[in-house]
């Protein structure tokens, strides 16, 4: 008991640590409100610094350790709880270092791409940093749901979600990374981390160190159910549903013309009028802005904080589900519909010339 209080209490200082961050860039805090892209964007630069951000991932890691201890003295019921929270607190910490590729977790470019290696895609098993610029901000962005050109859509492609797919073929795809080859995916992208350029042959040992570390200083708990478990199996499938509510991959709507008008037509906006259901995601599987993916896409420069109130003055995408997976308009449910087998055989969505491209942490 005295274990689990320790652990409860670290758990809280974690968290109150992170908040240091989340009231310094508040657009309720101060006279300028923030709502047009304008007023975001200057408040946004006024507020950047190198000091919150460093507070935000330090609370993430002692949150780790407080889950460790919880692991270690809770019992069954402690490693559930302590897994499942460890899959979320890796979603939080890959979704911080997705708005440090974009350059806006801390005011420095360098201290960006430090603070990320150090605190997340070393310790992890990411690529590094300028691997994942270059595929998710180059890459992706600007290609979105282009078949041969979105490294993000050729993950999807590769774990059977294409034109034509069964069922059973689409239900599997959609938990690919809980199945057998998902698996076996996740441990061979750690396990050739090293060939990545720039990486260097010990980026490998990250996620080996931080589990012997935590095994050591904590217990064998520790390493198995908030790290190794949540590594490879909870946590990948957590990264993966948030992939699959960014963007109407298979349908997307094509429409020229400003990046909002293009982002309306092939982005979608989950849960916009269920506030609890809102509230569960951005605490768990869509953390800091990945809810309001749309307004990301539109404007990629824009911290986390300030989407929501950004998202209000765009309008957001006409494609706005109720629900991941039950329902008419819900997400999975239109996924499959656009990928159901048709007479001629042919492919959804834009094209464009192949490229290669591979998993960027969902980026």
């Not at 709502?35 to 190198?50: E, F, I, T, Y």
């Not at 997705?98 to 977790?105: E, P, S, W």
């Not at 989950?270 to 990945?290: E, F, I, K, S």
């Not at 656009?338 to 055989?345: K, Q």
């Amino acid at each position: 008991m005295v274990a689990l209080s320790a652990g409860l209490l670290i758990i809280t200082v974690g968290i109150a640590l992170r908040q240091a961050d989340r009231w310094w860039f508040s657009p309720a805090r101060g006279r300028r409100a923030a709502g047009s892209l304008r007023s975001v964007m200057s408040l946004q630069r006024a507020r950047l610094n190198d000091v919150t951000p460093v507070l935000l991932l330090l609370g993430h890691w002692l949150e780790l350790a407080g889950w460790s201890i919880v692991a270690v003295g809770g019992g069954p019921w402690g490693c559930a709880v302590a897994a499942l929270a460890g899959a979320v607190k890796f979603r939080h910490l890959q979704e911080v270092s997705h708005f440090a590729v974009h350059g806006v977790l801390a005011r420095g470019g360098r201290l960006n791409a430090l603070l990320t290696e150090v605190a997340v895609h070393v310790p992890l098993g990411f690529v590094p940093v300028a691997v994942r610029r270059r595929r998710h901000v180059r890459e992706h962005h600007p290609n979105a749901t282009v078949a041969g050109a979105d490294p993000n859509l050729a993950e999807l492609h590769r774990a059977g979600l294409r034109a034509g797919a069964t069922t059973a073929r689409c239900v599997l795809g959609m938990v690919h990374p809980l199945t057998p080859a998902g698996l076996y995916g996740t441990v061979r992208g750690l396990s050739v981390l090293w060939r990545e350029p720039g990486a260097g042959r010990l980026r490998a040992a990250g996620p080996v160190t931080v589990a012997a570390i935590a095994a050591t200083g904590f217990g064998w708990e520790a390493a198995v159910f908030v790290f190794v478990l949540p590594r490879l199996l909870l946590y990948p499938q957590l990264a993966w549903m948030s992939l699959l509510v960014e963007h109407r991959w298979f349908d997307p709507e094509p429409v020229t013309g400003p990046p909002v008008a293009v982002e309306a037509g092939r982005c979608l906006r989950l849960y916009p009028h269920n506030a609890l259901l809102a509230l569960l995601a951005r605490g768990t599987w869509l953390p800091y802005g990945d809810l309001y993916h749309f307004a990301h896409s539109a404007h990629p420069a824009v911290r986390w904080n300030y989407l929501p109130a950004l998202e209000r003055s765009l309008g957001g995408p006409a494609y706005r589900p109720h629900a991941l997976l039950l329902g008419e308009s819900a997400v999975l449910r239109r996924h499959r519909r656009a990928l159901a087998p048709t007479a001629s055989g042919s492919p959804t969505g834009p094209t464009a010339p192949a490229c290669s491209g591979r998993q960027d942490q969902r980026a």
